[in-house]
């Protein structure tokens, strides 16, 4: 898995990002802010955060962000392992055992932002428990998650808590045990949507709100991915 995250709005195919910028492209986990995502295989430049979850981005127990100084510490998670082949150089990924395994940071790089869009490449093991992809959540107060719920009714999902209210966008079908999945969740004052593989499922009436919880593999459960 990688991940980014931007502050975005429009998107298309990608992977993870937690980013504020322009363009998504195919790669790894982000956090972003940005406009539009499209799939290339070029490697994006810039962004909130991103963790490509491979060995040349670790070091000593920690996640590197490429993008800025937002490092995660890995706790438990298998580094190095054959990951899926839209990472752009080494084609690993990180493994979590769905027990204990997590990545943690000291704050959220998405605190502060009034629109973000997460982007990741899954591979589900078990999709018969409760599988965190990444999580901003304050209980149900504030924040946001990306899982997939087998306790449940199976389907992948992209959620949004503010004061109490939850507003949930599901992918209607169960994703398949060891096949690669790209997701891509967006959020703003206005609600949620959630693509899967570049396909838009649906949206969410319930308006975003940030805190300062980041975690990658866990929520209130672990992920087995």
Known sequence: ????VYDGSRHREASVRLNDGSQWVDGPLYLHDGSYWIRQKTRPQAGVSRWTL????????????TWNTNDGTINGATTGVSGANQTYDTAEA???DGTD????????????LSALTVSAWVKIDDNSTYNTVISGRDGSNSGFELNQRGDLNGNLKFVLYNSGNTGAVTTGFTPNNGQWYHL??????NGAELYVDGSSIGTAGVGLVTNDI??????????DG
């Open 101 to 112: 395994d997590n990545i943690t940071f000291s704050s959220s790089p998405a605190n502060g």
């Open 94 to 96: 990180y493994d979590f």
């Open 184 to 189: 891509i969740g967006t959020a703003d004052s």
């Open 214 to 223: 980041l975690e990658i593999g866990r929520s209130t459960s672990f992920a």
């Open 1 to 4: 898995m990688t991940m980014e």
């Open 54 to 65: 491979d060995s040349a981005d670790t070091d000593s127990g920690t996640a590197i962000d």
